[in-house]
Each structure stands twice: as C-alpha cells, then as structure tokens.
Nanobody, 127 residues
C-alpha cells in the first residue's frame, strides 16, 4: 500500500506562486509515476502534471496545456517526494489539488491510470 500526503496549498493573489509537496510512503518504487490532478467545484478531476520513468534511463515530465510554462514538476527519488511549483497563478487554477501515483510505467495523464490518491490540498487564487 502507498500513502500520499500533500502540503503547501493556500490562498494567493493572481500572479502569485505556490509550491505543493507530496510525500510518498509505503511500498513505493522509483519507476512509479508521481503527479498531480486537480478538481474544481462542479467539475471533473483533471490531469495537471506528472513525472514518469521512461522505462530506460530518465524521467519525463508531462503537463496539461493550460499550465505549460507556468508550472514545473520535480521529483526527489531518494526522499520519495514530488513537488509542483506553480507560478503566475490564475483564478481558474483554483481547485483541490491531489497527489497521485501509478504503479505502471507510462504517462499518468488520466484519472483512470491512478492507483493511489492523496487526500488533497486546497489552492485558491483570488483575482
């Protein structure tokens, strides 16, 4: 079993920055995909970013189009942690952000791929 615990959410003005952290514990392996999804009120949970082992030598990062150039995902393999640096935040980024993990190699870009979820952390961006 894998446990994911997020931290770093909060309230920020438009244009500001936040950094989310997620600590993974339990039976985790370096090839697991780790990443972030978000869910705004009345909307479906959507992919934000993920960092995935490419099956050979390195990790790759994937982003949804709306956050490219503003968000950056990173991973510390030794600490079993994943981070999401969010810059130039917009009101439409307001949502509960969930850390996610996938046991299989390959891009974790849909909720159906996710095997483990964190409890979520609220991010609110005021205009």
């Amino acid at each position: 079993q894998v446990q994911l615990v997020e931290s770093g959410g909060g309230l920020v003005q438009a244009g500001g920055s936040l950094r989310l952290s997620c600590a993974a514990s339990g039976r985790t392996f370096s090839w697991y995909s780790l990443g972030w999804f978000r869910q705004a009120p009345g909307k479906e949970r959507e992919f934000v970013a993920a960092i995935t082992w490419d099956g050979a030598v390195t990790y790759r990062a994937d982003y949804t189009d709306s956050v490219k150039g503003r968000f950056a995902i990173s991973r510390n393999v030794a600490w079993n942690m994943v981070f999401l640096q969010m810059n130039s935040l917009k009101p439409e980024d307001t949502a509960v952000y969930y850390c996610a993990a996938d046991r299989d190699i390959g891009p974790m870009t849909t909720p159906q791929r996710v095997d483990y979820w964190g409890q979520g952390t609220q991010v609110t961006v005021s205009s």
